[in-house]
Each structure stands twice: as C-alpha cells, then as structure tokens.
C-alpha cells in the first residue's frame, strides 16, 4: 500500500503566500518524478510544477517564477513553496509521484486527496 497526503493548503489574501507538502508512505522501493497539479472547478486538472528524482525541475508558464518546488529523497516529501499568489491560483491542488513498490516492477502513479487552495481578491 502506497500513499500520499497532502498539507498545508487553505485561505490566503492576494499577494500572500502559501506552502503545501506531501508525503508518500508505504512499501516504497523509489520515487521517480514528484510533482504538483492543481484542478480548478469546470476546467481539467493541470500541471504545476514537476520535480524528478535528480533535482530537475520544469514549471508551467503561469507559475512566472511566483512558485518553488523541492523535495527530500530521503523522507519521499515533496513541497510546493507559492509566493504572490493570485485569484486565479484558487484550486485543488494535488500532489503526483510516480512510485516503485517493494513488491512490483514497475513504475505507477499515484495521487493524494488533495488540498484547497482558496485566494481572495
């Protein structure tokens, strides 16, 4: 069994900043890519930003260097640091890895439950 939670999210001004972490447990062999994803309501879920296991990162346009992700291999924790936040930042935001179990071979994904986001004009 494999999970991933998620904290940190809830109500901020705009202009304020927000930091949201996640945490993957179980029987983990390695974590490959770790990443964020925010869904919005009535639009598909998107990519925010991407961390792999090699410290590699890649961010979507709309981050405009507003938003830092990290990571610690040793615990499996990925952290999304938001900083200038805006109206527009408000949703879901999920966290994503792509995870080996002690018990497979093969690389799978996985999602936590997710976290709100709300930022108030």
């Known amino acids: 069994q494999v999970q991933l939670v998620e904290s940190g999210g809830g109500l901020v001004q705009a202009g304020g900043s927000l930091r949201l972490s996640c945490a993957a447990s179980g029987n983990i062999r390695r974590v490959n890519d770790m990443g964020w994803y925010r869904q919005a309501p009535g639009k598909q879920r998107e990519l925010v930003a991407r961390?792999?296991?090699?410290?590699?990162?890649n961010y979507a346009d709309f981050v405009k260097g507003r938003f830092t992700i990290s990571r610690d291999n040793a615990k499996n924790t990925v952290s999304l640091q938001m900083n200038s936040l805006e109206p527009e930042d408000t949703a879901v935001y999920y966290c994503g890895a792509q995870i080996q179990r002690s018990d497979q071979y093969g690389l799978y994904a996985y999602w936590g439950q997710g976290t709100q986001v709300t930022v108030s004009s």
């Open positions: 961390i792999s296991s090699d410290g590699s990162t």
